[in-house]
Nanobody, 115 residues
């Protein structure tokens, strides 16, 4: 069973920044892609950003140029730097890791963008 430690969520004003982090308790060699989804109230969960084992990032169009995903393999950790935040970025953000055995999910962290 994979254990996650997520941090970095909170309340921020529009235009502000937050950095999410997610550490997974698995051996590094077993992790393939890592990434972040989000789910806003009344909406479906959507992929925000993903990063391959080789470090190639991918973003949903709505966050391109504002969010940056990165990973630190030695710590089995994925990060999401979020800049120029907008109210529509408000959601619960979930990290995930893809393993040889399937996908494992973090517990989620709330991000609220409001003045």
């Amino acid at each position: 069973q994979v254990q996650f430690v997520e941090s970095g969520g909170g309340l921020v004003q529009p235009g502000g920044s937050l950095r999410l982090s997610c550490a997974a308790s698995v051996t590094t060699f077993s992790i393939y892609a890592m990434g972040w989804y989000r789910q806003a109230p009344g909406k479906q969960r959507e992929l925000v950003a993903a990063i391959t084992g080789g470090g190639r990032p991918n973003y949903v169009d709505s966050v391109k140029g504002r969010f940056t995903i990165s990973r630190e393999n030695a710590k089995n950790t994925v990060y999401l730097q979020m800049n120029s935040l907008k109210p529509e970025d408000t959601a619960v953000y979930y990290c995930y890791v893809d393993l040889s055995t399937g996908r494992a999910w973090g517990q989620g962290t709330q991000v609220t963008v409001s003045s």
